[in-house]
């Protein structure tokens, strides 16, 4: 009989120390977004959301600051443009390569190479873009500036196609064998076979990879604070230094705002910023994955 | 075996070894194959009958390690469709399949159709459209789906999807249409439509059909080969096979004795 009350008791506690660990995940993440946004409230206190959205300026640490959060944004969508014009592509070229053409020796050798690619410190990759790829790149294109969108944009894309390809390559080999075989049996090349029906039998994976590869270049900070040039710049040409959101708040954070002044606030007004950028894209990414399961 | 010699051959199986890498799955197979008739094949799970049915059209070849060895000739051109030196996607172009589970493309009912003609180039919007119409006649489908060409094809029932499996097959005019259990996955009310289907199907086209439910063998082919083993114990016309099976073991089988 006692055995049994402690064996019972055992059991709620182990439920209940579960229980409480995975609230204190969600307790820390709701934690963070509260402190976001609380911070940036008190942002808004001193500087209307109009001027935030609309100003074209962002300087917080001039004499004279201006609180215009539409260069930073531009610059995000800037870099992360020209990642995602270079990992789209190949990300889902390599996908495909991986799942309907290699055979099994080269994907062998393939897979871990690309999952290395994934594992070098994006510092390196900074590096890379400043000292090794900007270089190369003004020999063809002279008025390119030392600092540029471009070169990081590109190093960027690079760093984020193994994410687009080990996600569209999974989708594409979950898609049922004999859906490949009916293809095949009507007479259709490899290639067919990829593009015509592997690609949309897969479609709802293929996005959600597209969705986590823009997401990563969204919040992608070193290689863009490291060779984008830390200048904010209201403009869409990958020619010129510009400044990320990330690479604000790194820079920023680095430097020495005293808290509770309005520069230390801005940090959080970026933040919020970028927070919305990537929560909406989270939840377009969830509701693709929601439909992949609806098809199979 | 002269039981087909009064009817044209569309193909003829000499010597037909296969081989999954060290496995030999099929064993020195013999079969003619009558034009425009059914030819049912029957014999206990695992013997070697979708082995065989895949020899047509080459899906072997999409697995690494596979070997034929032997002849499949088709007429009227004599080709040897095992060949190592004929192109599979050749072969596939003149000998359609369908497959056990229905297995539509996530494509619309018209695009499913038409996937075969699209494949070889075809894209003239009338001629697909008058072909696609066609095919959906043909296989019994056209007046349920008339209008949901444009709908996505898996929101058909799958007796549905599979009489879609059927049209997508026919559509681009095969010599040989092969049919690998086509009802095992269906109830009995979609399964008879489509025996019915396979019956009128035999006035334009041959066809190959693997089952394992004895009554549709009977009910549906002209002839009918017993396989055991990999090896064809027994051909002759079907109402031989079901009266007066030859060889004993094909009587066992049929009369459910064992398999
Ligand atoms: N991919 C493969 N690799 C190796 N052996 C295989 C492969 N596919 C089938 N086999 C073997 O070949 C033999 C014939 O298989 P097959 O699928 O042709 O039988 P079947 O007559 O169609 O059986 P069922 O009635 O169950 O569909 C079996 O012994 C099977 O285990
Ligand atoms: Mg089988």
């Known amino acids: 009989m006692r055995k049994r009350t402690y064996l019972k008791l055992k059991e709620r506690g182990i439920e209940f120390s579960l229980l409480l660990s995975a609230l204190s995940s969600i307790f820390i993440t709701l934690s963070i977004v509260f402190i976001l946004l609380y911070e940036a409230l008190g942002f808004f206190k001193d500087v209307s959301i109009w001027e935030f959205l609309t100003g074209k300026q962002w300087t917080p640490l001039f004499a004279q600051p201006k609180f215009g959060i539409l260069p930073l944004v531009t610059g995000t969508l800037l870099v992360t443009g020209i990642a995602v014009a270079v990992a789209l592509p190949v990300g889902l070229i390599v996908a495909i390569y991986l799942s309907e053409y290699a055979p099994f020796r080269i994907k062998e050798v393939a897979k871990p190479i690309l999952e290395l690619l994934a594992a070098v410190p994006t510092v390196v990759y900074g590096y890379f873009a400043l000292l090794f790829l900007t270089p190369i790149l003004q020999k063809f294109i002279p008025n390119l500036s030392g600092f540029n969108a471009l070169s990081p944009g590109i190093i960027m894309g690079i760093m984020i196609i193994p994410y687009v390809s080990s996600v569209s390559e999974d989708s594409m080999k979950a898609v049922p064998m004999h859906i490949r075989e009916g293809s095949y049996a009507m007479g259709a090349t490899k290639f067919q076979t990829a593009f015509k029906v592997i690609i949309p039998s897969a479609f709802s994976g293929i996005a959600a990879a597209f969705i986590i590869g823009i997401s990563r270049a969204i919040g992608e900070t070193m290689v863009v604070a490291i060779a984008a040039g830390m200048m904010p710049n209201l403009t869409l040409n990958p020619l010129e230094p510009i400044q990320t959101l990330t690479a604000y708040i790194v820079g920023v954070s680095l430097g020495d705002v005293p808290h509770g002044t309005v520069e230390y606030k801005t940090i959080f007004a970026a933040g919020i910023t970028l927070f919305f950028m990537t929560l909406s894209l989270n939840i377009l990414g969830f509701w693709f994955r929601r439909k992949i399961r609806e098809v199979y | ?259």
């Not at chain 2, 681009?172 to 009128?200: G, V």
């Open chain 2, 1 to 259: 075996m002269s039981v087909t010699h009064s009817y044209p051959l569309k193909a003829e199986v000499k010597n037909l070894n296969f081989y999954y890498n060290l496995v030999q799955a099929l064993k020195n197979v013999h079969l003619p194959i009558a034009e425009k008739m059914i030819t049912a094949l029957i014999g206990p799970s695992g013997c070697g009958k979708t082995t065989y049915l895949r020899c047509f059209n080459r899906m072997h070849d999409l697995y690494p390690g596979n070997r034929y060895e032997g002849e499949i000739i088709l007429y009227p051109d004599r080709l040897n469709i095992i060949s190592p030196k004929i192109d599979p996607i050749e072969v596939r172009m003149r000998i359609s399949m369908v497959f056990q589970k229905p297995n539509p493309f996530p494509k619309t009912v018209f695009e499913n159709v038409a996937y075969g003609l699209r494949v070889r180039g075809e894209n003239r919007k009338n001629f697909l459209e008058e072909k696609v119409e066609k095919a959906l006649i043909q296989s019994a489908l056209w007046g349920e789906v008339k209008d949901r060409i444009y709908d996505l094809a898996f929101n058909l029932s799958g007796g549905q999807q599979q009489r879609l499996c059927i049209a997508r097959a026919l559509a681009t005019d095969p010599e040989i249409l092969l049919f690998d259990e086509p009802t095992s996955a269906l109830d009995p009310t979609a399964t008879s439509k489509i025996e019915e289907l396979i019956m009128q199907l035999k006035k334009e086209v041959t066809i190959l059909i693997v089952t394992h439910n004895m009554q549709q063998a009977a009910r549906v082919s002209d002839f009918t080969a017993f396989m055991y083993l990999g090896e064809i114990i027994e051909f002759d016309k079907t109402d031989k096979v079901f009266t007066h099976p030859s060889v004993r073991l094909t009587e066992e089988y049929i009369t459910g004795r064992f398999g």
